[in-house]
């Protein structure tokens, strides 16, 4: 992979020289170890200092210092990325400069008018953040096997969409919030028994899905080896199931 500097001119990234293409495939963003680490089992990280800091300080405390600090970590480097790369920016420039500018602006309406959408529209775009953030990272680690199959793609989002649905549809607390934020927001009634199927389906649907990854995987092994593109990638079906 060529390296582009950030702050350098927008220029085409030569390809990778011949010599370069008889070479084993690096399959981690940076290495096994680190990967596992960072991306992959960071859940698993988080999950015993969270339980360990409910002990200690209240729920309110952790969440205010996860916003402060962690959204500052999570934050600034993107935005160093996308306005300080100069090829990055030219290339999407009117959605770096307008984006913002609509933000503001849509906050700002709803603020004034006392609007209580906004609360509902935020949830639904962190979820949805959250869900491509990992889709992402699925078809990082099968780019770097060659795996670009359509129903690994496919198979690969619809995970990501089940599971990340029944993250939100079984969480009580969650759903509480959501619904408390739909009807301030003036949303039409729902069902309690719709509500009640979604959670049932969506239960249901989750591990049925889930059975169908070891199949994909193979196959796509399968056909990926014969192609002479390597295998699928492993490590990415260890994420899809780590980070939900």
């Not at 350098?8 to 293409?21: D, E, G, H, N």
Request: include cysteine.
């Amino acid at each position: 992979m060529q390296h582009v500097s950030a702050f350098s001119r927008p220029q085409t990234v030569p390809a990778a020289p011949a010599s370069a293409a008889g070479r084993k495939p690096n399959l981690w963003i940076l290495d096994s170890w680190r990967d596992l680490i960072l991306y992959v089992c960071t859940p698993l990280l988080l999950v015993p200092i969270f339980v360990g800091a409910q002990g200690l300080w209240a729920a309110e405390d952790i969440y205010l210092f996860v916003a402060a600090f962690g959204a500052m970590g999570h934050h600034l480097p993107g935005m160093i990325r996308a306005y300080g790369d100069r090829a990055l920016f030219q290339r999407f420039r009117w959605r770096f400069i307008c984006a913002p500018v609509f933000l503001v602006v849509v906050c700002a309406a709803f603020s004034l008018w006392d609007l209580k959408g906004i609360v509902l529209v935020a949830f639904v775009w962190g979820v949805w953040h959250g869900m491509m953030q990992t889709y992402g990272f699925c078809r990082i680690y099968d780019a770097k096997v060659g795996s670009f199959a359509e129903l690994t793609r496919r198979l690969d989002f619809a995970v990501c969409g089940i599971w990340f649905a029944t993250a939100v549809l079984l969480s009580p607390q969650r759903m509480t919030d959501t619904m408390e934020s739909y009807y301030a927001a003036g949303g039409p009634f729902i069902p309690p028994a719709l509500l009640r199927a979604a959670q049932q389906g969506t239960a249901g649907v989750g591990p049925g899905h889930f059975r169908c990854i070891p199949r994909e995987f193979c196959l796509d092994s399968r056909k990926a080896t014969k192609s002479g593109k390597g295998r699928a990638s492993c490590h990415e079906h260890i994420l899809l199931v780590v980070l939900q």
